[in-house]
């Protein structure tokens, strides 16, 4: 004992001598339950990624090198699907209108939810309602708003055509020819899918600063010059991620060529996706259906990589 410990002082530092050890046992049962809980979650949502996502993945692309009937056991065939595949007229006629769509896609599709988001942006009354306006369509059901569209097509008493005829309009053949039926499908994905990326867009121009514009206007920039030169840089990033996405997303086009064409005219409007229907429940072959689904999986993989890649250099 020194000279300035007193009993006491003894006492207590022996209390807190014996009670750190149970501190640190508490501190440790605490952080394992806390581990534990965080682990059960994460492997809860790895098992349902792993059955949902994985696996169908995996097992695509094993039945890309099957032939399989669902009666016996699956027979290996090595590339012998995707021999099929290349020698099938349609197998380049698909990718050819699914790179056609895609192109459309991003001239109607990418400018039009962006310049609403600009006017959008502008406004000082009723934003929300507009808001709403705009996003309606993509709380409708695909095949609602293909069949809904499929009627305003319609050459006899549809909408547009008896528009048209009141005016003493032409009368297109919309969905039954080949040189409207592709642009008349973009009008249709493009008005049932812009108002999510309206809303993005709007998100995203809300971030800029206003000073930037006040500096535009007081060195005389004209809407353009704005538009150019502030509202674009700004939202680069935003624009080249959606950009991207869009063409992942339109190169799976289906819905609209299934419902309304059915592929036609003249297989003029068969998409990649449409095709794979074609040979899994037509033609009963999945596995040439697994190897053209390789074969776009492999494509949408440089897609997303460039994605991803994009995404870590701005970062």
């Given at each position: 004992?020194?000279?300035?410990?007193?009993?006491?002082?003894?006492?207590?530092?022996?209390?807190?001598?014996?009670?750190?050890?149970?501190?640190?046992?508490?501190?440790?049962?605490?952080?394992?339950?806390?581990?534990?809980?965080?682990?059960?979650?994460?492997?809860?949502?790895?098992?349902?990624?792993?059955?949902?996502?994985?696996?169908?993945?995996?097992?695509?692309?094993?039945?890309?090198?099957?032939?399989?009937?669902?009666?016996?056991?699956?027979?290996?065939?090595?590339?012998?699907?995707?021999?099929?595949?290349?020698?099938?007229?349609?197998?380049?006629?698909?990718w050819?209108?699914?790179?056609e769509?895609?192109?459309?896609?991003?001239?109607?599709?990418?400018?039009?939810?962006?310049?609403?988001?600009?006017?959008?942006?502008?406004?000082?009354?009723a934003?929300?309602?507009?808001?709403?306006?705009?996003?309606?369509?993509?709380?409708?059901?695909?095949?609602?708003?293909?069949?809904?569209?499929?009627?305003?097509?319609?050459?006899?008493?549809?909408?547009f055509?008896?528009?048209?005829?009141?005016?003493?309009?032409?009368?297109?053949?919309?969905?039954?020819?080949?040189?409207?039926?592709?642009?008349?499908?973009?009008?249709?994905?493009?008005?049932a899918?812009?108002?999510?990326?309206?809303?993005?867009?709007?998100?995203?121009?809300?971030?800029?600063?206003?000073?930037?514009?006040?500096?535009?206007?007081l060195?005389?920039?004209?809407?353009?010059?704005?538009?150019?030169?502030?509202?674009?840089?700004?939202?680069?990033?935003?624009?080249?991620?959606?950009?991207?996405?869009?063409?992942?997303?339109?190169?799976?086009?289906?819905?609209?060529?299934?419902?309304?064409?059915g592929?036609?005219?003249?297989?003029?409007?068969?998409?990649?996706?449409?095709?794979?229907?074609?040979?899994?429940?037509?033609?009963?072959?999945?596995?040439?259906?697994?190897?053209?689904?390789?074969?776009?999986?492999?494509?949408?993989?440089?897609?997303?990589?460039?994605?991803?890649?994009?995404?870590?250099?701005?970062?």
């Amino acid at each position: 004992m020194t000279a300035v410990d007193t009993p006491r002082t003894v006492r207590a530092r022996r209390s807190e001598e014996d009670t750190a050890p149970s501190r640190s046992s508490d501190r440790f049962r605490r952080r394992l339950a806390e581990n534990l809980t965080a682990y059960g979650l994460l492997g809860g949502a790895l098992v349902v990624f792993a059955v949902f996502s994985w696996y169908p993945i995996v097992r695509g692309v094993l039945l890309g090198f099957q032939q399989v009937d669902f009666v016996g056991s699956p027979e290996w065939v090595g590339i012998d699907n995707f021999r099929t595949l290349f020698a099938d007229p349609l197998f380049v006629t698909a990718w050819l209108n699914t790179l056609e769509f895609t192109a459309y896609a991003l001239v109607i599709g990418f400018a039009v939810p962006f310049a609403v988001a600009v006017v959008l942006n502008e406004l000082r009354h009723a934003t929300a309602y507009f808001r709403l306006v705009v996003y309606l369509p993509v709380m409708l059901p695909p095949i609602v708003a293909a069949l809904l569209w499929k009627w305003f097509y319609d050459p006899g008493p549809g909408l547009f055509n008896s528009a048209l005829g009141a005016v003493g309009g032409p009368q297109p053949q919309w969905l039954d020819s080949t040189s409207t039926a592709m642009i008349s499908l973009v009008l249709v994905s493009t008005w049932a899918n812009m108002g999510s990326a309206t809303l993005i867009y709007l998100a995203a121009l809300q971030t800029i600063p206003g000073e930037l514009y006040e500096a535009a206007e007081l060195d005389g920039a004209s809407v353009w010059q704005r538009l150019r030169n502030v509202t674009i840089p700004q939202t680069r990033f935003v624009l080249a991620m959606m950009l991207l996405l869009q063409v992942v997303a339109t190169m799976q086009v289906f819905t609209e060529p299934y419902v309304m064409t059915g592929g036609g005219p003249e297989d003029s409007t068969v998409t990649v996706l449409l095709l794979i229907y074609r040979y899994a429940f037509v033609y009963n072959d999945f596995g040439t259906a697994s190897a053209m689904s390789v074969l776009l999986f492999v494509v949408l993989g440089v897609f997303s990589a460039a994605y991803l890649r994009l995404s870590s250099r701005e970062g």
